[in-house]
């Protein structure tokens, strides 16, 4: 993955991590789970998300996150396919909470799309603190280090 689109999604995680951790949609205690869509992949500008062999949302464009779905709690099979095609490109069966929040997170490793479903519920961060989560998506490109600094801080002075 391009280094500048691997940071971009970093981001969007956390942010999602810190918008879920404020609250997102109450949390109840419904049967249905909520289930979002954020399409990291390179070679693919629109996926569909099947749900149960339903679709659920379509045309989920790269470098953008879809609305919500709300699938039944339990065991659920997640399809994505190339926007209007029938094709599966990847296939899980997670096991989702009723009232949590989920993102699947498509993404390419080795010139396949590869899923991850993340959980965005997490408690507060204590006042004056932020949470921060990093899903290491191009394992392939070796380690990686992340710095949380003020940004006039010149990385090459830090030791590791």
């Known amino acids: 993955m391009?280094?500048?689109?691997?940071?971009?999604?970093?981001?969007v995680m956390a942010l999602g991590a810190l918008l879920a951790g404020c609250g997102g949609s109450g949390g109840d205690s419904s049967s249905?789970?909520?289930?979002?869509?954020?399409n990291a992949t390179l070679t693919h500008a629109s996926l569909d998300l099947l749900v149960n062999s339903s679709s659920a949302a379509t045309a989920i464009a790269s470098d953008t996150t879809s609305a919500y779905v709300e699938p039944a709690s339990g065991s659920v099979t997640l399809q994505l396919n190339d926007a209007g095609s029938?094709?599966?490109l990847a296939t899980t069966v997670p096991t989702l909470?009723?009232?949590n929040h989920y993102t699947l997170l498509a993404y390419e490793s080795g010139g396949a799309v590869k899923t991850v479903v993340l959980n965005e519920d997490y408690a507060l961060p204590a006042s004056g603190a932020a949470q921060l989560r990093v899903y290491d998506a191009a394992p392939e490109a070796g380690a990686i280090d992340i710095y949380v600094t003020d940004p006039?801080?010149?990385l090459a002075t830090v030791s590791a």
């Open 152 to 154: 006039s801080t010149d």
């Open 32 to 38: 249905n789970a909520s289930l979002r869509v954020a």
């Open 97 to 99: 909470t009723g009232g």
């Open 2 to 11: 391009k280094n500048s689109k691997w940071w971009s999604w970093v981001g």
């Open 86 to 88: 029938s094709t599966a």
